[in-house]
Structures are given as structure tokens and as C-alpha cells.
């Protein structure tokens, strides 16, 4: 049987914090911030997703303050492992990305809270509260990005940051083996994301996805 919740053991406890970043001038400037506050605990701190999944079960934090993009493991998949593992557990984004798709993918796995690094500090700290509450709070560019992807006529607003640096790199004329090399990914993962790509712009072959992309500045000129 597992242990309960600090928070749920004591109503009145602090706030258990996890934070998951891998830029350390960051994670140090979030820990002053969650040590200000009085009803905040600092529990720990990890450079990326892979240390989160290691130690939040042990830690059993009531809220994970996680980046979107790290090595070894994002925010996204880290997110994925721990929600069985700790079901009172709230997630809440933290980065630097408003795309359409990376917003809705944060919430598919289930985060409370999508922020961007712009916000204030009372902001985050609301927000903290807020997710741990059980609501879920998106920041203004993440609400206006998932609007603007809902409108028609809005191609390419669901790809993911990853794929739009594949169709940049398409529209420049590499091929999935160029590409695979500059990106440092293997071969299959390039047909995949290409894939993906036609199937949300709604073309047959990369001619017209490059076209379509160009068309809707989706990536930079060609020059």
C-alpha cells in the first residue's frame, strides 16, 4: 500500500516541489523562487527527465515543475512514466515553446499546467497553486497558440518543433539521409517525422509539402 501524500497526510504541510530542468542557472532561480514562498517545499531538483522518472517516486512531490526539452528524456515522456507512479502528483510546463502541437501534447499526458519562461514569478507561484488544486492553467501564448490552431486555414499549426525542423531542412533539399546526419537521429525516426509531416500539412510527397510551407512561411526562405 502506498504511503500518502505529504500534503494529504497534513492538509496544512507545504507544498512538495520537484523541479526538472537542465540548465542549472534556471533550476537555481526556481528553487530561490519556491524557497521564498512559505508554503512551498523544495524536494529536489533534476537535469533531465531520466533523473525525474528515477527519483519523483521516491521524493513523492505534490507538484513537478518540468521543461519541455532536455536531453536524455523531455518533458513530455517524462510526464508519460510518472503519472501512474504518482497519480496526486500535478505537472506543470515550464519553456520556452507556444506551438500549437506541443501544447496539446503536454496535455494529452496529462500536465496541469503549461507556462512559458517569460512569466513572472507570482505567475508560476499562482500557477503552482492553481495545478495543485486540481485546476489547469495554460498562459495566455499557449491559449492564443491552440485558438490559432483551431482556426481554418491554418496549415502546418499542429506540427511539433521537431518537425518543423525537418521541413526546414527539407525545404533546402536534403535528403532523409542528410538529414538524419545534421539532426543526429536515425533514419527511420527522419521517415517517421516525414510522415507525420505529410499526413498534418494534408499532401502526398515533400514537393508539395515544401511548397505548402514556403507558401505559409512555415520555414525560412530557401536562400
Avoid: C
Avoid at 503549461?114 to 507561484?125: G, I, R
Avoid at 495545478?131 to 497558440?145: C, D, I, K, M
Avoid at 527539407?170 to 533514419?187: F, H, K, P, S, V
Amino acid at each position: 500500500m502506498n504511503a500518502p501524500h505529504a500534503s494529504q497526510a497534513h492538509p496544512h504541510a507545504r507544498l512538495r516541489i520537484l523541479i526538472v530542468d537542465d540548465h542549472p542557472m534556471i533550476r537555481s532561480g526556481l528553487a530561490a523562487m519556491v524557497r521564498g514562498e512559505a508554503d512551498f517545499e523544495l524536494v529536489g531538483e533534476a537535469a533531465h527527465g531520466a533523473d525525474a522518472v528515477r527519483i519523483a517516486p521516491e521524493l513523492m512531490p505534490d507538484v513537478v515543475l518540468i521543461d519541455l526539452v532536455m536531453p536524455q528524456m523531455d518533458g513530455i515522456e517524462a510526464i508519460t512514466r510518472l503519472r501512474p507512479l504518482l497519480p496526486s502528483t500535478r505537472f506543470v510546463i515550464l519553456t520556452s515553446l507556444t506551438e500549437p502541437g506541443e501544447v496539446q501534447r503536454a496535455l494529452q499526458a496529462g500536465a496541469s499546467g503549461y507556462l512559458t519562461k517569460t512569466a513572472s514569478a507570482q505567475e508560476l507561484v499562482n500557477v503552482i497553486r492553481a495545478a495543485h488544486g486540481g485546476r489547469r492553467v495554460l498562459s495566455p501564448e499557449a491559449t492564443e497558440a491552440l485558438i490559432a490552431a483551431s482556426q481554418p486555414g491554418q496549415p502546418g499549426a499542429d506540427l511539433t518543433q521537431r518537425e518543423r525542423e525537418l521541413l526546414a531542412l527539407m525545404a533546402r533539399g536534403l535528403t532523409n539521409q542528410d538529414i538524419a546526419e545534421q539532426l543526429r537521429i536515425a533514419l527511420p525516426t527522419v521517415k517517421f517525422h516525414i510522415t507525420n509531416i505529410l499526413s498534418k500539412l494534408g499532401v502526398g510527397n515533400r514537393t508539395e509539402a515544401v511548397l505548402l510551407a514556403l507558401k505559409h512561411r512555415l520555414v525560412p526562405p530557401a536562400g
